[in-house]
């Protein structure tokens, strides 16, 4: 399990950092494959070597990542790692003025544009996984509640409880084999 505190990000040049799908990209693959070099992340995510160390660069200097030198074979080899295993961040922290606002606006839709896309993804791909992952794997839930905000926050924390335990878990070493699976939970305020 993953000792590390929750990164809350609260300043803009962090929240920026994430305002780019390569970024993204190479967070989610740190996040589910743990520490890399460039090159190994390079041919993950099909990018040019320079420009996965320009997005490093950019990821490390809002203190998202870091490197990791003590797995390193020689002076040359650079690993990174995330600097938290869960980062947060929440609308609020950025509605002090209109550019962080737009940040946080542009940030928002992107990660929800990215889940929807892997979404649809797996309804155009989901003939490719055998049955056992179409029998309540994939589920979507959905539901309509009468809340106040406190208990709007409460959901929301219970939620985000369940996947952070599931995502911090140590991984049996069991033989079995498993896939990356993407899981999502929101809460926002909505009219049918």
């Known amino acids: 399990m993953d000792s590390r505190p929750t990164r809350h990000i609260r300043n803009i040049q962090a929240l920026g950092a994430l305002a780019h799908p390569v970024r993204q990209r190479l967070l989610d693959l740190l996040k589910l494959e743990g520490p890399a070099t460039v090159g190994t992340l390079s041919a993950a995510t099909n990018q040019a070597v320079g420009n996965v160390s320009h997005h490093l660069r950019v990821l490390a200097s809002a203190e998202l990542i870091e490197e990791a030198p003590e797995l390193a074979k020689n002076r040359r080899e650079r690993w990174w790692r995330l600097v938290s295993a869960d980062m947060r961040w929440s609308r609020v922290d950025f509605d002090t003025d209109a550019l962080s606002e737009a940040v946080a606006h542009a940030v928002g839709t992107m990660v929800f544009d990215r889940q929807a896309a892997f979404f649809r993804q797996w309804l155009s791909d989901r003939g490719n996984y055998d049955a056992a992952w179409h029998e309540g794997c994939a589920v979507s839930a959905e539901t309509w509640l009468r809340l106040t905000a406190d208990e709007t926050r409460q959901v929301a924390h219970e939620l985000t409880e369940v996947l952070t335990r599931w995502a ?25």
């Open 168 to 192: 911090n878990r140590e991984v049996p070493q069991d033989g079995q084999q498993r896939e990356s699976v993407l899981a999502v939970a929101h809460t926002v305020p909505a009219t049918p």
